[in-house]
């Protein structure tokens, strides 16, 4: 089977354990404001524009032995620094068969597995996709359904619900909390989310993402409306801010 | 002082004054006598200062901050030592002042156990305090030493003057049990120079001169002739239109390089000679064993162990050259052979649009692609065979060991255009690093390429690589490079060090963004491509990288 992959980062530090390849793969039910890879959205291979390297494509199909091979070649390195690979996107579980049988390929040479998703899938599809993961990275954006909505464009019950399945199968997870100035990063939300959060009795950490504005770019050449212009990456003071607040609830807290 | 210098170097030094004040004198000694640039060092510093500085705090002799003050005294007396002033092509093919002396720290002990010592965190702290040129300073990293150690090393080279240069100890041992050292006197062992493996103490290793790899396809291309000097150099190994498959090209271009070697040794040998015989060095021989029993000069064989190194430059561009021609003109049939050498004689003149091509497409060194690396495989293994275990004017053997100086940059200025690429007369690529931009899938895929090297099998390798120092920011990123010397030094290789990324290399990397395809920036809790950001990130990370600078 294939599947679309815009890019595989080799050497990925920050995408869970150790020394890691990421496997971005393209196509997202998510249409979030602040998305850092616009063209990661559509499922297609697409044709950009882009600057002094003329026409780029954005996507190739790659079989699963493909992936595999290129994996392969940092086995060393994963070995060393107790790494492996990180399904990333784009949004995996938009082509959960090709994810499914990548993974047990992976599992099959023992692989550690780690799946960077938003959750926002059918509770058979998120079930069967983590089965053989070891990790999940996982994104809190609003605890508000409309708010969510209005954002990201889709509804944040299915993704609570699947967050649920984990705690509940206690898979491994690490939270991940986009912070976003003016739409996530107030103490009333911060409070509805780290409420939630210790309901789920499980969960000790929490990685604090803040805004970039890396993307603005992309957007730009894309020809995408960037729904983000204006709005200001958050200072050191808020950040700072929003540490102590998880930490005073007594979550231990990681940037980035 | 007076008092230190009434017993040492007459007597055994008594306490680390006298250590560091004996070593001082002998230093002088040596490079007195010969003049050279001789990259003299005090070999395992933390070893033979370890005993001295027990004994002080034993005996209650001096106060730590006493001999932490000896020791930047220590630092600053090679730092105002410059090698003597080089002219002609010796200044070209190393352009510095600096006298190459390389303090060696960790690595095992002659019983093969960790040597690290107390000492050697002392000497780290010196190194960071002192932040000068001279000495330079490595670590030994071998498998048995803690990462404790390591990770203090990569604080010090976090501060981004590319010191100290990490080096794999028990490469080091087998290349030397390769050479056929003793087991004690490879543990004792290191390297010194650049990156040039030793046996300290036993061995006289002698660098014999660089060895331009690129130059030779110039040469082969021109079935012998030399564009440059206007001259039939090498043997006529055929025109280029008789290079009908790329195994015919490859032939001759090993004919040509076997040809110059068997010049650069018959030249080698009778320079050995004249060393030999008019350039004694007694004083040297008194410190090098077997010099004495053997009742012979240092220069004359005298040593237990005696080899003289030909570094072979631009492993890189020879490997991307050779890549570029079999890709382009015999896989893709885009172009003929003759309609390339067109190209490289006109300096990609009115072809831009296809140098970018290549610059891009071709199946380059550096990026794990074995297309690529193959070819690097052939091109050592030739250089190899050519060299290694040939004999010299003193009894020893000729070696290879791959390193530039600056002489990658001397060299390039005597080549034209490269199939790669590169335009006429711009450097090649450096040590065993990927050429300036080759490199587009991060640190672990230039790992991998280097590591299908043979390191072995060869006196030493250089390897640099790119290193912002927000990467060594906070402890992931600390660890991770910690993991992947040390994946580096499983799979053999010999050396690395880290060009901590500066506000001045963006700029240029900004206005020269195809040069720097491959150089990597920390952007917000992650790394990127520095060219692939937007004008305003680049902007924000040169002067976030200026800030940290400070």
Not at chain 1, 242 to 247: A, G, Q, R
Not at chain 2, 85 to 92: I, L, Y
Not at chain 2, 149 to 158: D, H
Not at chain 2, 285 to 299: A, K, P, R, T
């Amino acid at each position: 089977m294939s599947g679309i992959i815009f890019d595989i980062k080799r050497f990925a530090i920050h995408d869970g354990p150790g020394i890691r390849t990421s496997i971005f793969f393209k196509g997202c039910p998510l249409s979030c404001w602040w998305c850092h890879n616009p063209e990661s959205c559509a499922l297609g291979i697409q044709h950009v524009d882009f600057d002094f390297k003329g026409s780029r494509i954005i996507g190739k199909k790659m079989s699963s032995k493909e992936l595999l091979k290129e994996i392969e070649k940092d086995r060393d390195f994963f070995e060393e620094s107790g790494g492996g690979v990180t399904f990333t996107g784009g949004e995996p579980l938009l082509q959960s068969d090709f994810l499914q049988e990548v993974a047990a390929l992976l599992k099959g040479a023992d692989y550690h597995l780690a799946l960077d998703t938003t959750a926002y899938a059918s509770p058979q599809v998120f079930s069967k996709s983590v089965e053989l993961m070891d990790l999940v990275l996982f994104d809190i954006k609003h605890m508000n359904e409309a708010k969510h909505f209005e954002y990201t464009g889709v509804s944040n019950k299915p993704i609570f619900k699947n967050l649920e399945y984990l705690i509940e199968n206690d898979k491994p997870i690490h939270i991940r909390f986009p912070m976003i100035p003016g739409f996530n990063d107030d103490v009333i939300h911060l409070k509805l989310m780290t409420d939630y959060l210790k309901s789920l009795k499980k969960i000790e950490r929490i990685h604090l993402l803040p805004y970039h504005k890396i993307a603005a770019g992309k957007y730009e050449k894309l020809g995408i409306e960037n729904k983000m212009n204006g709005i200001e990456e958050p200072s050191e003071n808020m950040i700072q801010e929003v540490k102590n607040y998880f930490l005073s609830r007594g979550f231990d807290v990681r940037i980035g | 002082m007076i008092e230190v210098s009434e017993n040492v170097p007459q007597n055994k030094p008594k306490n680390i004054w006298e250590a560091l004040q004996y070593y001082w004198y002998v230093h002088q000694g040596v490079i007195t006598e010969l003049n050279p640039w001789d990259s003299f060092n005090p070999g395992r510093l933390d070893q033979h200062l370890m005993p001295f500085y027990q004994k002080a705090l034993e005996e209650n002799l001096f106060s730590t901050a006493f001999m932490r003050e000896l020791l930047q005294s220590f630092w600053v007396k090679f730092n105002n030592h410059p090698s003597p002033p080089k002219t002609g092509v010796t200044a070209k093919e190393s352009n510095t002042f600096t006298d190459f002396s390389l303090i060696n720290l960790g690595g095992l002990k002659a019983d093969g156990s960790n040597a690290v010592n107390d000492m050697s965190y002392l000497l780290l702290d010196i190194i960071e305090e002192m932040r000068i040129l001279q000495p330079s300073s490595m670590i030994q990293l071998s498998k048995k030493n803690p990462d404790r150690f390591i990770k203090r090393a990569l604080k010090v080279v976090k501060t981004g003057f590319g010191q100290p240069s990490i080096f794999n100890t028990d490469a080091i041992i087998q290349e030397l049990l390769n050479q056929g050292k003793n087991i004690k006197d490879a543990r004792n062992g290191g390297a010194s120079g650049c990156i040039e493996t030793g046996a300290f103490g036993t061995e006289a290793y002698i660098l014999t001169g660089y060895f331009n790899l690129p130059k030779i396809l110039e040469v082969t291309l021109n079935n012998g002739f030399d564009p440059l000097t206007q001259k039939q150099l090498g043997p006529k190994t055929g025109d280029i239109s008789s290079f009908v498959n790329f195994e015919i090209l490859f032939q001759a271009w090993k004919t040509q390089l076997n040809h110059f070697v068997d010049l650069k040794i018959k030249g080698n040998n009778i320079i050995e000679a004249m060393w030999a015989k008019y350039m004694p060095a007694p004083f040297l021989s008194v410190f090098i064993d077997d010099c004495i029993s053997n009742g012979l000069d240092y220069n004359a064989g005298g040593a237990r162990y005696n080899t003289s190194y030909i570094q072979g430059v631009g492993l890189g561009s020879i490997t991307d050259s050779l890549s570029a021609l079999k890709y382009w003109v015999f896989e893709k049939k885009e172009l003929s052979i003759n309609d390339l050498n067109v190209l490289l004689k006109t300096d990609f003149e009115d072809a831009e649009a296809f140098r970018q091509k290549i610059l891009i497409e071709t199946p380059k060194y550096g990026n794990d692609d074995d297309r690529a690396d193959d070819l690097m495989k052939d091109v050592f293994e030739s250089f190899y065979q050519a060299v290694n275990g040939r004999p010299t004017a003193r009894g020893g053997v000729f070696r290879i060991n791959l390193l530039p100086t600056t002489s990658h940059v001397y060299f390039g200025g005597l080549i034209g255009a490269l199939p790669d690429g590169r335009k006429a007369k711009m450097p090649l690529s450096e040590g065993i690093s990927p050429f300036q931009g080759a490199d587009r899938n991060g640190p672990t895929s230039v790992i991998k390429s280097a590591s299908k090297i043979d390191h072995l099998r060869t006196g030493g390798t250089l390897l640099n690589l790119k290193l912002n120092p927000a990467l060594l920011e906070d402890e992931v990123g600390e660890e991770q490079i910690k993991n992947l010397i040390r994946t580096y030094f499983k799979l053999d290789g010999h050396h690395v060090q880290f060009n901590v990324v500066t506000a001045e290399t963006l700029k240029e990397a900004k206005k020269k963004p195809l040069e720097n395809r491959d150089l990597i920036v920390r952007v917000a809790g992650y790394s990127d491509y520095f060219i692939e950001l937007t004008d305003e990130l680049q902007d924000e990370i040169i002067r976030r990288t200026e800030h940290s600078d400070m």
